[in-house]
């Protein structure tokens, strides 16, 4: 991985008799990482530690090396809670514009900057209405608008797809994904794991506090040594298909779904891919589709607590 710009170094926080984190070590860079886990995993505490509006009860976060704390590290991060705390009667424009004026702007620079970012964002339109006019879609873009605004190297979403329609779903991943090109790190938490799968190119699973496991979805995927494997076949004479590949040795089981859909249920995957890539060189109807249907994140998170 890339130097990190964001780190947890075996951080714990407790509120009392209650453990929220424990001994919680992973690091971010130049990437969009999801945190994952149920409602009350402890994903909000670690984005509230790493925005230093908490402080470890035990071990270190760092921002960019310094502290999370410290004025230099906020100064260099953007958060966008799931908490939704917009002033109404503002516009969009107006609203980031007084956001950036805490970060030393100048009041021409701030209204400026603010609406640049609304235009990429896709509110340049929208930029000098009310806030109140807004849909759900175009608050979360004001939302994220403040985060960036200011040019942060590490940015916080929590939960920012919340709530959101299909449409400005994917418009808000799209911009989401396109971040760390610019030199951004990401940390996007979600208990809604499909959200993450076209935005994260790593993930972290926390449950009950501690980390479960960190990785790439197919990384952890591995870490279900046993478990059988099932993968989509679409080819040509499927019922001549499906008995052919029942018959290599890796194959557990075969099920037709449609006209010239499989599902393949195996139990060695580099055996099968091996066995099943010379029977497929040699399908005369041919075979258009091998994928793998176990590598999503419901998937890996539902194995791995069981």
């Known amino acids: 991985m890339n130097a990190p710009l964001l780190e947890y170094r075996d951080v714990s926080k407790w509120y009392g008799s209650i453990t929220a984190l424990m001994g919680v070590s992973f690091a971010v860079g130049t990437e969009v990482l999801g945190l994952v886990g149920k409602n009350g995993a402890g994903k909000s505490s670690l984005l509230r530690l790493a925005a230093g509006l908490l402080s470890p009860s035990q071990g270190e976060v760092a921002v960019l090396g310094q502290p999370a704390t410290s004025r230099a590290a906020r100064a260099s991060l953007g958060f966008c809670p799931d908490t939704e705390r917009l002033y ?62 200011h040019r942060p190297r590490v940015v916080l979403l929590d939960e920012p797809m919340t709530g959101l329609d299909p449409i400005a779903r994917r418009d808000l991943g799209g911009i989401i994904a396109e971040l760390p090109g610019r030199g951004v790190g990401v940390v996007v938490s979600s208990h809604v794991l499909h959200e993450l799968e076209s935005v994260a190119g790593r993930v972290v699973m926390v449950h009950q506090g501690r980390l479960l496991a960190e990785g790439r979805v197919s990384e952890l995927r591995d870490c279900l040594p046993g478990q059988p494997r099932r993968f989509r076949i679409v080819g040509g004479q499927r019922r001549e298909l499906a008995a052919a590949t029942l018959a290599l040795a890796p194959v557990l089981g075969v099920e037709l779904l449609g006209e010239e859909e499989l599902r393949v249920t195996v139990e060695d995957v580099a055996e099968f891919t091996l066995r099943f890539t010379e029977l497929a060189a040699g399908w005369q109807p041919g075979v258009t589709v091998l994928e793998p249907l176990d590598e999503d994140l419901d998937y890996v998170f539902g194995r791995l607590i069981g």
């Open 88 to 149: 109404e009667p503002l516009t969009g424009r107006a609203f980031v514009a007084w956001m950036l004026r805490y970060h030393g702007l100048s009041r021409r620079v701030a209204r400026q900057r603010a609406g640049e970012v609304l235009d990429e964002l896709g509110l340049g339109a929208d930029m000098d209405r009310a806030i109140r006019e807004y849909s759900k879609g175009m608050r979360q873009r004001v939302r994220l608008a403040q985060a960036l605004a």
